[in-house]
């Protein structure tokens, strides 16, 4: 591997944008995309980004594993696990204290709202849907032709 193509996988490793890692390389713009994708196409260049990806999840404990956890997490989260008591009027907050670890991984915002009423607290969840479309997607399960069965079967 050249030094040029050395710092092409280096540079790939910051965002995974190979067009933005073969510019900063030192390609050409003009055609970065095109020489982006003859870039990955080498063997040689593929397998150290394979390997660089490998020993960077291991350094900072990043591992598929862990990763769907973390989506689990979410994608089966319960309002009741943050939120005491709700109703029409008002929302009775889990004091942070109280929250468990996985009921506060699924908390993404905490801000506080100054309003006519005076101020309120807004708690922003991560979206529960997203986190089980990435878990259907990684486990390769067919959710809508599933959804779609069961809600025929309940019609029937």
């Known amino acids: ?7 092409f996988v280096l540079e790939y490793l910051i965002d995974l944008n ?18 982006a994708a003859r870039l990955m196409g080498y063997p040689e260049i593929a397998a150290a980004i394979r390997t660089e990806m490998a020993e960077r999840a291991h350094r900072t404990g ?31 907050y889990t004091p942070s204290a109280e929250l468990s670890d ?15 009423e005076g101020h309120r607290l807004e708690v922003k969840t991560f979206d529960k849907r997203r986190a089980l479309e990435s878990l259907a997607r990684i ?10 069965l069961e809600l025929g079967a309940h019609h029937a």
């Open 62 to 92: 990043i591992t598929p594993e862990r990763v769907i956890a973390e989506y689990a997490r979410i994608a089966f989260a319960d309002m009741s696990d943050i939120a005491a008591d709700w109703n029409a009027d008002k929302v009775v």
């Open 18 to 35: 190979g067009e933005q890692a073969a510019i900063r390389a030192g390609y050409a713009p003009s055609n970065a995309r095109s020489q």
């Open 1 to 7: 591997m050249t030094p040029r193509q050395r710092f």
């Open 102 to 116: 996985e009921a506060a991984a699924i908390i993404a915002y905490i801000g506080e709202l100054a309003g006519p």
């Open 139 to 148: 486990f390769g399960l067919n959710v809508a032709s599933f959804v779609s």
